[in-house]
Every structure is written in C-alpha cells, then in structure tokens.
C-alpha cells in the first residue's frame, strides 16, 4: 500500500514568508512535498530554482542579497555564523563590494563552499551572535578580524579597520583580541592597519598620508592630535607639526558622514587659523596622485612657521 502524505500548504507559505522565499529541502519535506515534487519545481522552466545544495529558492530570476545570506545560513546548518564583509554590511559599515558570503561553520562539521557560500571551519565559533530573521551574524569585531583574510589589498583592510573604529561599531582592544586569539595566517595587514589606527589614523586617505610622509622623509607629525590654547580646546587636528605650528587636513566627503560633518571641519580651520595655525588641505586624489606637489607644500608651510615664534598651542595624542 503507498503511503501519501498530504501537503502542508500553510506551513510551507509560513516557512517561504519568513525566509524571503528560500527553503531548504529538509523543510520541504517536513511540509510534506515529497523529493519527487521538489525536483519537479525545479526543473528547467520550473517555478523554483536551486541556489545551493539542497537550498531552493521558489521564484524564477536572480536571487536578492539577503536572499543568498538566508540561502547559505540554511546550507551551512543551524549552527553557522555569517562573517567577514557580508556580516559588516548589516553592521553598517562601508566595505567592498564582494560576491562570496563568508560563513563560520564549526571545524568538525562537512562542508564545502559552493557557488558564493565560502565555507570557513572554524574551532573558534563565536560566543555570542547578532540574529535578524533568519540569519545570525558575527560582531563587529570578529567580522572585521575575518573580513581582512578575504580582502585584496592592504588599502581595503586599513579602510574596513578605519571605518569600524570611526563609526564605534568596535573597540581597538577587541580588535587586538581578535587578532591576537586567530590565525597568525593573512592577519598581517589586520597587525598594520591596527598599528596605524592606535596611531591615530582614522581612514583610508590618512594612511596614505602617513605612507607619503614616511617615503619623503618629512618629519612624522602627531596624527590626531587634540589641540589646546592653555585650557581651551581649539580642535583635532588630521597632523600636527608642533615645532612649525602646522597642520595637514585630509579632507574627504567620503568620509565624513554627514553635511554636518563637512560643515565642521571648515568651522575647525577657522578656529585653527585664528590661533595662528598654517591649515593645509589634501584631497585623497591629491595625496594619491600628486605627492611631490604634496610634499612640496608641506615643507613650504614647516619652513614659514619655524621662521616665525613658537605658538602658544600644546598638544594631547591619543594616548595621553
């Protein structure tokens, strides 16, 4: 005698609602649709798709972002854990632009990376996770730490690391301990962009600035420097040349986060100048393009103030 199981419609409806669509074929089955007619959905000119193994989505056409994310967290098994870029985009920090979905798995469990699920086995799952429907993802920390494995070039992991400390999504120290508790394996360019940030670099077009100074042989100046006239606090400087009482503003609406924001830096150049300060300004494209007239500058504006009396302007770095 065949047994016939009855198709739980509203179950499957419940299970496509809260999963954008995708299903796995385990909770096909558990609503009753027998492999038989899971193949027949995803046939050629079918109604379903298969995105993953044994992961279906039930519409025809390119499957969404977050689709792909719920996609692979049903692949990889209840117990993984987005990571890397695609878990700092839900964070809301600016990365690149990436098609892999990098996904922490426990390093007992079989699985392969497929399509853009990037399998990473770990014996270091996190501790605590964020959940949004479907989907658990690691903390800012952690997603950074592994997001600049996956990363091309030195430039994009000091931008990730920049922009996770500027935003306050994390904390240098957990940085470190990120750093310090993984693989020593790819985590160079983590070690350097870390470097740079407790130095007070706080982006991409500041650590290019720093790397110009370095190569010229100008002398280092104090990056991020809290500047004060006696006790009054005259602004944060990009760096700070003390002796010459001269700063160089590295200036991005990029990275400022706001008109707001862009409002200010020019209401600190007013307050710098009125004590005296030389305020230089460098677009990232002039940093990146035209350093000797960068450098040039520079030296100008060090020569002028070391011509004239000290400032009366003390400086506090971010250690102090």
């Not at 990098?102 to 399509?115: I, M, T």
């Not at 010229?216 to 991020?224: E, I, T």
């Not at 602004?235 to 700063?247: F, L, R």
Request: one cysteine or more; charged letters at 25%.
């Amino acid at each position: 005698m065949t047994h016939i199981t009855k198709l739980d419609g509203d179950g499957l409806e419940r299970i496509l609602g809260k999963q954008e669509l995708v299903i796995s074929r385990a909770q096909a089955v558990r609503c009753g649709m027998s492999r038989d007619a899971v193949r027949h959905r995803i046939r050629a000119a079918g109604p379903w798709q298969q995105i993953l193994p044994r992961v279906y989505l039930a519409a025809t056409g390119t499957p969404t972002p977050l689709q792909k994310e719920i996609a692979t967290v049903l692949y990889t098994g209840p117990d993984s854990v987005i990571t890397g870029l695609t878990a700092l985009r839900r964070h809301g920090l600016h990365v690149p632009d990436r098609p892999d979905i990098s996904v922490l798995v426990p390093a007992q469990q079989s699985r392969l990376s497929r399509s853009f699920a990037h399998v990473r086995p770990t014996t270091r799952m996190p501790a605590r996770v964020c959940f949004e429907g479907p989907v658990q993802f690691a903390l800012p920390a952690r997603a950074v730490a592994d997001a600049a494995r996956e990363l091309d070039s030195f430039r994009e992991v000091r931008a990730v690391v920049a922009d996770a400390v500027q935003r306050r999504s994390c904390r240098i120290d957990s940085l470190r301990e990120e750093l310090a508790s993984g693989p020593t394996r790819y985590s160079a360019w983590l070690r350097h962009s870390l470097a740079e940030v407790a130095d007070g670099i706080r982006s991409v077009a500041e650590g290019d600035f720093r790397h110009l100074v370095q190569r010229s042989g100008l002398p280092m100046p104090m990056f991020n420097a809290r500047l004060y006239n006696g006790e009054v606090f005259i602004a944060v400087a990009d760096a700070w040349w003390g002796d010459a009482g001269v700063v160089a503003e590295v200036d991005s609406r990029a990275w400022h986060l706001s008109p707001e924001d862009w409002e200010r830096t020019a209401q600190r150049h007013a307050r710098m100048s009125a004590h005296g300060i030389i305020v230089l300004h460098f677009s990232p494209s002039k940093i990146w393009n035209e350093s000797a007239r960068v450098e040039a500058e520079v030296r100008s504006a060090l020569a002028a103030g070391r011509a004239r009396p000290t400032l009366a302007v003390r400086a506090v770095g971010q250690a102090d």
